[in-house]
């Protein structure tokens, strides 16, 4: 597929019926959602719904893959809600497998300041598990590197800079667990876009996410509003090889499918 192709969006929690009727309607054929909230919510999946959705893949040819939310801690140590938080991503799991979704998006959870160290292996064993669950169910798993939080702030995402995913990644296998690098976020700390790629390359990545930023705070501007090269980026991702999927995660849907344009115009 070229990678016009292969640029998708990520539709939030927009009803996943009305999402595929828009990537239909306008050759898209990579699609994100969230079963959290909303009419996607993962007890409103009932073996009919679930039916429809999977018809209409497959005649379509669209892919779906499920993004669970960032403000569940899978760095959680509480007793109860440590069950809770894994719980939530096994049933995750389990409606993606359900939906068949070719992937899901976790991510790494967060500290608060103090206790980075305790946070950090908790999320690791998490990710483990539920990695291990995933690959025995034929769900791919894929890592999101998170954003950067103002220095003050007591509450930080964990596995976003280099360090951080490094420690991840060198304890679970990549063919347990893969990557949806986030270029927005990469922006946000010193290593940059590039910096994540030198340590990483692009075997592990499964997505790429889209959005742009000035590099100082989490925001998702469109592409060319912000200070990310991603003339640079792109043609580095597909000269390296990188043959999976972009998406999207930002503007409306017309913005969308501009900057998809756009996007795809930067590749040589």
């Not at 980026?233 to 995660?249: F, I, K, P, Q, T």
């Amino acid at each position: 597929m070229s990678i016009f192709d292969r640029i998708g969006l990520d539709a939030g929690a927009t009803r996943l019926e009305d999402a595929l009727n828009f990537a239909e309607e306008n050759g898209f054929y990579y699609l994100d959602f969230n079963a959290d909230t909303g009419p996607n919510h993962m007890e409103t999946w009932s073996a009919e719904r679930i039916a429809t959705v999977r018809d209409r893949c497959e005649m379509t040819g669209i892919n779906i893959g499920l993004h669970t939310l960032s403000a569940v801690n899978v760095a959680e140590l509480s007793p109860y809600v440590s069950r809770g938080v894994e719980n939530y991503m096994r049933a995750s799991i389990d409606l993606a497998n359900r939906l068949g979704c070719k992937w899901t998006v976790v991510h790494a959870g967060y500290h608060f300041t103090s206790d980075p160290e305790s946070r950090l292996a908790a999320a690791i064993a998490r990710l483990d598990r539920i990695s291990t669950y995933a690959a025995d169910t034929g769900q791919r798993v894929l890592l999101e590197n998170l954003n950067y939080e103002p220095e003050h702030a007591e509450v930080k995402y964990l596995a976003h800079t280099v360090e951080e995913c490094s420690q991840i990644f060198d304890a679970i296998p990549p063919s347990k667990l893969g990557w949806a690098f986030t270029v927005n976020h990469a922006n946000l700390v010193p290593e940059g876009v590039d910096g994540f790629l030198d340590a990483f390359g692009i075997e592990r990545i499964g997505e790429v996410r889209l959005a742009d930023n000035n590099g100082n705070y989490e925001v998702h501007m469109i592409p060319g509003k912000g200070n990310i090269d991603f003339d640079s980026c792109l043609n580095r991702l597909e000269d390296s090889g990188y043959r999976a999927h972009y998406s999207m995660a930002y503007g409306s849907p017309e913005e969308k499918i501009a900057s998809r344009q756009h996007l795809a115009s930067l590749v040589n």
